[in-house]
DNA sequence: GATGAATGAGTCTTCATTCAT
DNA sequence: CATGAATGAAGACTCATTCAT
């Protein structure tokens, strides 16, 4: 593998990706076959396996587009903020907004984290996205802002929140963002108990 | 279908509904063919669509009684418990220690949340379990012990939470649950801020 | 795998095993398909691999067969005969009439001696027929009738002759058995030289 | 076809041509892509085509120069001798010395007689190859140092005995080629009696 | 001459489901 | 009730060959 694509090649390759991420998300991984793909482009099967090595490694490229997607939107959201607090906020936000956009990636994220093949894949993406995550933690501790814990299980339970929000009022209930997110804001900063 | 069965027929159905359970946890719903369950029992292919009418079904079952399960757990430790925020407090445990005992199922709820043809009773399912924090939380919030919010968004904030730490900490850390629950309940109660 | 079968069961592996071994050896084995094979016996593809594990361990179990088949008549050709030369001589007719009788085989064998994964399999059984002939050689030597020189070499040779003459007379030019066995036990005997 | 090439033309088709025989001779026919071979010399797919017309016919072509090659071996070592029995001996010895030299193409050829498409070309082939020996036989018969038999029969055992042991003990076990040819000889020149 | 792209029929294999016994 | 047998649509993938540029 490895090839050296042409400009048309290239374009081949991000049309098959662009359409499969879609059918994956939108019908799930399984449901999806290769025949799907190449005729939904109205190529032949051979274009697949030009392109791409297998199904499987497929998705993991697709996988792994999106989850660089979104953590390219939360580090822009984020930019220089200096508040670790205020940056833990734009990031839950950052996500949200993100997950609206691309509501049907939502399921696709967790069926993958639910296969065994994937599963290591969406590990380390998560590993990476949560890293910003525990570093504002940590600054945030250190100024006093946010009680001494574990700041990996503090900002696995952020995470916890926001993807929950998410998956089920914005990907199933249609809601608007904003008010999911400020309300997964103020759980995360204040829990139940409100400051 | 809907077979009067003998109590010989009862204790068959238990026996496949167990293995196929154990089967789609361990090994994912997909990878479990009906010849493997059939065959890891030792019986032909009739009896399985003897007792069921497809794999599918067979899911929903195991779905089913999984979150009966869970959802009894969770009764279980509330007993009859006066104080609202303890009973949440004791819901999240009792969750968490039943993600521990019951580790694969947490992966195949992932998946069938993630799959069409499941994702309808996962919600349902889920809505039963949540209608139960919603009410303990709606109580704490005339007690005044919790901030007047959308209890919906509330519950599946915690929800999210638990969720998360449980999939991350336990199912693939092997963490002691006791310390994750408290994690879990303190960011439930405090949020990032702490008392 | 390792099913146990009905006698159905066994007469229908008997079928298949019977026809696959025809197509391979008329048509060989790259252009025979498994479906060619089931529909020549007008039966569904999935019970192929009911039977057999992969085309691949069907042809295996061809040539165990063809091999196994080969030896036994041999050795009923030898009997108890006491004169290691003329078990030799036996040895040589035998093959040559069964070489007859399954013309098309020794094609087959050809192509599997020739493919790695069929190479290994051809060995062992060639090395088990040859070790017959290796101990009527010993015996020959000893008792002075053969001239003392390395026997597994002095086998080889002779199973060159023979299976050389085979398909080059037989197989391919429809000649007379008993002309070519007899030239090949003059040849084995004498060489070019003669008594 | 049939294009007149410039000389860095017919440079590139010798070096498709002798790549090819390589990777046929060392993996097989069929394992062999044409992908492979126009990859592994870092050209495009059409530079194939442009040179064969197809696969198959450059199959062909690799067998009709190892043939070649083996027949011109045997004739140099031959040279003028004028002994008929001397000039079989020193054509198995050639014949056996290039087997040792081109060992994987023994696989090949192996192979191609037992493949309905490449058979004739090799039965062609070995046809012209025999055409030497029976010349030599049918001398020596006149001379009264070999046995009055069928000349064609003669030769096809000589055949048979320096292929087989080529296969066996220099293909297979790497022995020392000299050796193997001693046996050879002698086995052809006197059988199992010995002088 | 040469390249990368495209074709599409064909390969082996899987598996939920049905059925005769 | 239960079994082993059978079905056949569907799946992922391969590859010799052709073609536009």
New binding site residues.
């Given amino acids: 593998m490895e090839?050296?694509?042409?400009p048309?090649?290239?374009?081949?390759?991000r049309q098959l990706l662009a359409f499969a991420t879609q059918r994956f998300a939108e019908h799930g991984y399984?449901?999806?076959?290769?025949?799907?793909i190449?005729s939904g482009l109205?190529?032949?099967?051979?274009?697949?396996?030009?392109?791409?090595?297998?199904?499987?490694?497929?998705m993991l490229e697709v996988l792994r587009e999106a989850q660089q997607s979104l953590r390219r939107a939360q580090q822009d959201a984020i930019g220089d903020e200096p508040d670790p607090v205020r940056r833990i906020e734009l990031g839950i936000r950052a996500s949200m907004a993100w997950f609206d956009r691309n509501r049907s990636l939502v399921n696709l994220f967790q069926f993958a984290a639910s296969e065994e093949r994937f599963a290591p894949a969406m590990r380390r993406g998560q590993e990476v996205a949560l890293a910003d995550t525990v570093r504002h933690v940590k600054e945030a501790v250190v100024e006093g802002r946010v009680r001494d814990s574990d700041p990996d299980l503090l900002s696995h339970a952020i995470l916890g929140v926001t993807g929950q929000l998410a998956r089920t009022f914005i990907h199933e209930r249609n809601a608007s963002v904003d008010e999911i997110a400020d309300a997964a804001v103020a759980f995360c900063l204040d829990g139940l108990s409100g400051s």
Same sequence: chains 1, 2, 3, 4.
């Fill in positions: 090839r050296r694509l042409t048309r090649g290239k374009e081949r390759r399984h449901p999806t076959s290769v025949a799907d190449v109205g190529v032949g099967k051979g274009v697949f396996y030009w392109y791409f090595e297998s199904k499987e490694q497929l």
